[in-house]
């Protein structure tokens, strides 16, 4: 969607994904090393973070540019 909508800030955003999945990367493997439940807890507190933080940043910066690319296109 970012691509066809040509969001100038898509490589930025795509850098973010796959910052997050190295960084699952990591913690998967300190899981399996440690097998513990702590570990397992920060994982999904992790998530939790960075989804409510990529919404509310990462994504409403794409849907400010949808917002007013659309304004645009209308006048």
Known sequence: M???EG???LKEHRKHHHELIDQ???KQSMLIM???EKEADEIV???VNWFLSHT???DRLFADYLHEKNKL???
Do not use: H, P, V, W
């Open 56 to 58: 509310n940043c990462e």
């Open 45 to 47: 507190d992790f998530l």
């Open 24 to 26: 699952l990367s990591i």
């Open 2 to 4: 970012m691509q066809r």
């Open 73 to 75: 296109a209308t006048k």
């Open 34 to 36: 440690k097998d513990s």
């Open 7 to 9: 969001y100038s800030g």
